[in-house]
T-cell receptor, first 113, second 112 residues
Framework: GENVEQHPSTLSVQEGDSAVIKCTYS??????FPWYKQELGKRPQLIID?????GEKKDQRIAVTLNKTAKHFSLHITETQPEDSAVYFC????????????FGGGTRLMVKP | KAGVTQTPRYLIKTRGQQVTLSCSPI?????VSWYQQTPGQGLQFLFE???????NKGNFPGRFSGRQFSNSRSEMNVSTLELGDSALYLC???????????FGQGTRLTVV
């Protein structure tokens, strides 16, 4: 089955700096890669996703890049703000596994004002 | 459109008991997945149902089971509860393969 590894597990940055979270996946058939943000005590919510036919996607201060050959994808957050502090999860799924989303272990991002 | 609803929000059970959790997906979503979230283990996949059929199953013991009804509502059951089953149980619904999964607020289960 799919295995997703996520690094780092914790990340501390100063407000205004950039943050990068990296994930690798094992199943070359995976073709959908979402990122979720989970604030303390709340449900995970999708912040951005990318499909395997695209190498990069941006949404304001958030971007995701995908390298299918190397089987890794990354989340980039620029101009970080204190409200970006949360746990971020990457995930992967592919048509071979139906709707099964396999999540990485999560990254706790702390943005210091 | 109403979001994913999970009931109850909180549960306290004793070791050895069983528990049933409920999830109502977004209207029109036929896929419902269940995840166990613990501080050290992240989001662990339990199972996924689509049109009343279990399509995928994670690596959990047989004490964990689920089902889906014709209206897409899903239940998961945990029998013979153990202390280690204490966790936040999240369900998520999706409209189609490889689209956004919408999570419910979760049910926090505490086993004492």
């Amino acid at each position: 089955g799919e295995n997703v590894e996520q690094h780092p597990s914790t990340l501390s940055v100063q407000e205004g700096d950039s943050a990068v979270i990296k994930c690798t996946y094992s199943d070359s058939a995976s073709n959908y890669f979402p990122w979720y943000k989970q604030e303390l005590g709340k449900r995970p919510q999708l912040i951005i996703d990318i499909r395997s036919n695209v190498g990069e996607k941006k949404d304001q201060r958030i971007a995701v890049t995908l390298n299918k050959t190397a089987k890794h994808f990354s989340l980039h957050i620029t101009e970080t703000q204190p409200e970006d502090s949360a746990v971020y999860f990457c995930a992967a799924s592919g048509s071979n596994a139906g709707n099964m989303l396999t999540f990485g272990g999560g990254t706790r991002l702390m943005v210091k004002p | 459109k109403a979001g994913v609803t999970q009931t109850p929000r909180y549960l306290i059970k004793t070791r050895g008991q069983q528990v049933t959790l409920s999830c109502s997906p977004i209207s029109g979503h036929r896929s419902v997945s269940w995840y166990q979230q613990t501080p050290g283990q992240g989001l662990q996949f339990l199972f996924e149902y689509f049109s009343e059929t279990q399509r995928n199953k994670g690596n959990f013991p047989g004490r964990f089971s689920g089902r889906q009804f014709s209206n897409s509502r899903s239940e998961m059951n945990v029998s013979t509860l153990e202390l280690g089953d204490s966790a936040l149980y999240l369900c998520a619904s999706r409209a189609h393969t490889n689209t956004e999964a919408f999570f419910g607020q979760g049910t926090r289960l505490t086993v004492v």
